[in-house]
């Protein structure tokens, strides 16, 4: 079957996709991710493709190596499937997923997105002392709702919708007893679940500002070009074409909340038919499962998933 190139998008993962073993059957039967990961390697002064291949897992948690990390099996990832005749009409990612998409876009050098997020993860960690912040997944409520019980949970402190993922799923940040009140409250005001998340700081929240802060002097001592393809903003969930605007939006997110389910939306509106997800894990794939279950969902992780994507789309393989 030959797809319309034109109605495809490539979804790039975010924080929470890692696992020991990534891209290693990538980097063991193409030399384009091979070449990519000793990039990597070089751009940051350490072995990173032995952390992404062999763990442990306990440090591709720690989030300076985790970002850089699927950073790179991404980007990996996506110059394998770009050489078996990949081309997209948009690019879009989640969160740190950005970096990857503006990457494969060539907005941004992928030495310049590796140090970029390796400081970025690192700004984050250090920007709210361990255990005074939170994130908490709220499940099965409408975003005025969520809005509302941040609202009430905060008294005088932070809480804030984080993530709109889709509408079955709104991550909420903050200061740890805010978010769990809200937690609390969401479990009052008929949500089908709320829990606590397994993360070392209050990603996209207001208390991300000294972190922004410090990235934003990073970001903007680097070059950056005009996107080859559109990548769509997190923040504004509309095309990225200019070169300032990109390093803007990257400079916003940190403090701003992830509009996936409005991103994808918009994408849909375009005609996007097709999503590959290119990169570690399928989390994407199911978030986009729950904002629209008639659209095709494809990924690219290894090198079964290269195939049966290769195979779908009708590209040269």
Same mark, same amino acid.
């Given at each position: 079957?030959?797809?319309?190139?034109?109605?495809?998008?490539?979804? #790039?993962?975010?924080?929470?996709?890692?696992?020991?073993?990534?891209?290693?059957?990538?980097?063991?039967?193409?030399?384009?991710?091979?070449?990519?990961?000793?990039?990597?390697?070089?751009?940051?002064?350490?072995?990173?493709?032995?952390?992404?291949?062999?763990?442990?897992?306990?440090?591709?948690?720690?989030?300076?190596?985790?970002?850089?990390?699927?950073?790179?099996?991404?980007?990996?990832?996506?110059?394998?499937?770009?050489?078996?005749?990949?081309?997209?009409? #948009?690019?879009?990612?989640?969160?740190?997923?950005?970096?990857?998409?503006?990457?494969?876009?060539?907005?941004?050098?992928?030495?310049?997105?590796?140090?970029?997020?390796?400081?970025?993860?690192?700004?984050?960690?250090?920007?709210?002392?361990?255990?005074?912040?939170?994130?908490?997944?709220?499940?099965?409520?409408?975003?005025?709702?969520?809005?509302?019980?941040?609202?009430?949970?905060?008294?005088?402190?932070?809480?804030?919708?984080?993530?709109?993922?889709?509408?079955?799923?709104?991550?909420?940040?903050?200061?740890?007893?805010?978010?769990?009140?809200?937690?609390?409250?969401?479990?009052?005001?008929?949500?089908?679940?709320?829990?606590?998340?397994?993360?070392?700081?209050?990603?996209?929240?207001?208390?991300?500002?000294?972190?922004?802060?410090?990235?934003?002097?990073?970001?903007?001592?680097?070059?950056?070009?005009?996107?080859?393809?559109?990548?769509?903003?997190?923040?504004?969930?509309?095309?990225?074409?200019?070169?300032?605007?990109?390093?803007?939006?990257?400079?916003?997110?940190?403090?701003?909340?992830?509009?996936?389910?409005?991103?994808?939306?918009?994408?849909?509106?375009?005609?996007?038919?097709? #999503?590959?997800?290119?990169?570690?894990?399928?989390?994407?794939?199911?978030?986009?499962?729950?904002?629209?279950?008639?659209?095709?969902?494809?990924?690219?992780?290894?090198?079964?998933?290269?195939?049966?994507?290769?195979?779908?789309?009708?590209?040269?393989?």
């Amino acid at each position: 079957m030959q797809i319309d190139l034109r109605s495809v998008a490539v979804l #790039f993962p975010g924080q929470g996709s890692q696992f020991a073993g990534m891209g290693k059957e990538l980097a063991d039967n193409h030399t384009i991710a091979r070449q990519t990961f000793e990039q990597a390697d070089e751009a940051l002064g350490y072995k990173l493709s032995e952390l992404c291949f062999d763990g442990p897992e306990e440090n591709l948690q720690l989030t300076e190596i985790t970002q850089p990390a699927i950073l790179t099996v991404s980007v990996a990832a996506w110059r394998v499937f770009q050489e078996n005749g990949a081309k997209p009409a #948009f690019f879009a990612g989640h969160s740190l997923g950005e970096y990857s998409a503006h990457v494969a876009a060539g907005t941004l050098s992928f030495e310049d997105a590796v140090r970029a997020v390796r400081n970025r993860g690192k700004y984050m960690q250090e920007a709210v002392p361990a255990g005074v912040g939170a994130m908490a997944a709220i499940l099965g409520m409408k975003l005025e709702d969520v809005a509302a019980l941040c609202l009430d949970a905060a008294q005088g402190e932070v809480c804030e919708p984080a993530n709109i993922n889709s509408p079955e799923q709104i991550v909420i940040s903050g200061h740890a007893a805010a978010v769990q009140r809200g937690a609390e409250l969401a479990g009052q005001r008929g949500a089908k679940r709320a829990k606590l998340l397994p993360v070392s700081a209050p990603f996209h929240c207001s208390l991300m500002k000294p972190a922004q802060d410090r990235l934003a002097a990073d970001l903007r001592s680097l070059n950056f070009s005009r996107p080859q393809l559109p990548v769509i903003s997190n923040v504004d969930a509309s095309p990225l074409e200019q070169a300032e605007a990109s390093r803007d939006a990257l400079i916003r997110q940190v403090t701003d909340a992830v509009n996936w389910e409005q991103s994808m939306r918009w994408l849909i509106a375009q005609g996007v038919q097709t #999503f590959v997800e290119v990169g570690p894990g399928r989390v994407l794939f199911g978030l986009l499962r729950q904002i629209d279950r008639t659209k095709t969902s494809l990924n690219v992780g290894d090198e079964a998933s290269l195939r049966k994507t290769v195979d779908q789309l009708g590209v040269a393989f």
